[in-house]
């Protein structure tokens, strides 16, 4: 997931949310006392699948974390399928289902990946510091995945069934736009009438909230093709890719800037040619955010007009390729609803801020889940943290118990809906 925490509190102010003055019904106790009661065993739980490194492209620990959750529900009852997932790492999706004895169907999903390089438990260790965890993937996602399993213990231990089919799904590559799971996501949300996602939300400071709106991604090219030659005996034969690319990339910066509903950084540059050779090839990969349809093609028009106006280095030739990767989520009314009754509920137990945010740049497997719009997808309904891709990436100890509180209500209101 891509940080979003600062878009976020940047909108907040604009986001009126309906009742939010209204007087919260009690809680129900029973399930309260099950919250508080399990937050130790979550925390546990958390603790070992922080210590299970799990970065998108290391294949033995999403194996590891694959076995450990396959476990996890097999514990709770759950039938387990692994999905293999078309990924560069061969990792697997886990899907979990469970027949019940009511009407509903409902999916909870998050991911496994992080975007931390092996080894970096080496220097970002886990830890508690008073009220915060630390730890790489501890908010986005596995903080989540923690949620997830303890807050079905709890309901399993009540003897819960009231539902028609329950679904887990934990994919292994969110963080790199879920290529090899996006579509099993898509097909299980399908089958399903309510899909709840557990990215993070935000901190007590700031209010937590669900998204009910996330940016398509799209995937930016600029290549620039030139003319090789030797860098030290004859430079001046050869047309430098680089130094184009260099150019374009400067006159282009600010074109997404004059396209309503797209944004676009510039963020890596390749080039594999010999260091002794001037190289005929350069490509620049940027990272699009897309929150209006169509704004991408605009994206690219705009983009290639804007190469096309000046070339620096002659005799070079530059293209401009902009591809969706993954797509937007925009929520459904009945996502709205879904999202609505969780604000309800969880004003039983905190009074703190509680937005409910219909928009924002980041992207989430939320946009799989919602891609058809037959289910009501609501996101982030994983554990407050922040700091998600950074050294200090934490979740609130204390938030633990209103959480599962929270995720446990709402399932059981969900399954007496017809």
Request: charged letters at 20%.
């Given at each position: ?65 694959a076995d450990f959750l396959y476990s996890r529900l097999q514990t709770l ?33 998050a991911h496994m990946d992080t975007i931390y390089d092996t080894g970096i ?298």
């Amino acid at each position: 997931m891509v940080n979003i925490s600062l878009f976020v509190r940047a909108i907040l102010i604009l986001v009126f949310v309906l009742g939010a003055h209204a007087t919260a019904a009690k809680p129900d106790a029973k399930l309260l006392d099950a919250a508080n009661s399990e937050q130790s065993a979550l925390i546990e739980t958390l603790k070992s699948l922080v210590m299970i490194e799990s970065g998108s492209d290391d294949a033995v620990g999403l194996a590891t974390i694959a076995d450990f959750l396959y476990s996890r529900l097999q514990t709770l009852g759950f039938t387990i399928e692994r999905e293999k997932s078309s990924t560069e790492v061969g990792a697997e999706t886990l899907v979990g289902t469970m027949t019940g004895s009511g009407r509903q169907k409902i999916m909870l999903m998050a991911h496994m990946d992080t975007i931390y390089d092996t080894g970096i438990l080496q220097t970002q260790p886990y830890q508690i510091d008073g009220n915060k965890m630390y730890g790489p993937g501890i908010a986005d996602a596995k903080g989540g995945i923690a949620l997830i399993l303890h807050a079905l213990k709890i309901l399993a231990d009540t003897g819960w069934t009231d539902y028609a089919e329950l679904t887990v799904l934990f994919n292994p590559d969110e963080e790199t736009g879920s290529r090899g799971s996006g579509e099993i996501i898509s097909k299980m949300a399908d089958q399903s009438d309510t899909v709840l996602s557990f990215e993070p939300t935000g901190t007590s400071a700031s209010g937590v909230w669900l998204l009910l709106g996330t940016a398509s991604y799209a995937s930016v090219r600029m290549e620039v093709t030139g003319r090789g030659s030797h860098a030290g005996s004859a430079p001046e034969t050869g047309r430098n890719a680089i130094i184009e690319l260099a150019h374009q990339l400067l006159q282009t910066q600010d074109v997404a800037k004059n396209i309503t509903g797209a944004q676009l950084n510039w963020t890596n540059i390749v080039s594999d040619q010999a260091i002794n050779q001037i190289p005929d090839l350069a490509i620049a990969i940027g990272d699009g955010r897309i929150t209006v349809p169509g704004a991408e093609k605009e994206l690219r028009v705009a983009l290639q007009a804007k190469v096309n106006e000046s070339k620096l280095v002659p005799n070079t030739q530059t293209n401009v390729a902009v591809d969706i990767i993954r797509p937007g989520f925009v929520a459904t009314s009945a996502g709205y609803q879904v999202a609505e009754l969780a604000r309800t509920i969880y004003k039983e137990i905190h009074g703190g801020g509680f937005w409910l945010v219909p928009m924002t740049k980041g992207a989430t497997d939320a946009g799989y889940a919602g891609r058809s719009r037959k289910a009501a997808v609501v996101e982030s309904l994983g554990l407050p943290g922040a700091d998600y891709h950074a050294s200090n990436e934490y979740i609130e100890i204390d938030a633990i118990p209103r959480h599962l509180y929270l995720v446990t209500r709402l399932l059981t209101e969900l399954g007496q809906q017809l």
